[in-house]
């Protein structure tokens, strides 16, 4: 079973940007996908963004053109570029696993705390 932890949330002011890391006890090169998960007070959790083995990625609409996923394979770490963020982007994000195509996303991080706020 894969860990995974999480880092790089903060507080930012509206229009700002992060970059958040995931990195996972072991090889991610095999594992189908990988995506970043947010959940807000009193919302669900959503998917945000996922990146496959082969670097196809997939956003949420909510963040279509602001948010950008990718992944290292040699660091076994995957990135959220968060920019032009706005205050509903503040949520707890966590990183998640998608072991094979027909699976759930699996392997919960930790979490790390988004606040956009002025």
């Known amino acids: 079973q894969v860990q995974l932890v999480e880092s790089g949330g903060g507080l930012v002011q509206p229009g700002g940007s992060l970059r958040l890391s995931c990195a996972a006890s072991?090889?991610?090169?095999?594992?189908?996908?990988m995506g970043w998960y947010r959940q807000a007070p009193g919302k669900e959790r959503e998917l945000v963004a996922s990146?496959?083995?082969?670097?196809?990625?997939s956003y949420a609409d909510s963040v279509k053109g602001r948010f950008t996923i990718s992944r290292d394979n040699a660091k076994n770490t995957v990135y959220l570029q968060m920019n032009s963020l706005k205050p509903e982007d503040t949520a707890v994000y966590y990183c998640?696993?998608?072991?094979?195509?027909?699976?759930?996303?699996?392997?919960w991080g930790q979490g790390t705390q988004v606040t956009v706020a002025s």
């Open positions: 998640s696993t998608q072991p094979g195509p027909w699976d759930p996303f699996m392997y």
């Open positions: 072991g090889s991610i090169s095999s594992i189908y996908a």
């Open positions: 990146i496959t083995s082969s670097s196809r990625t």
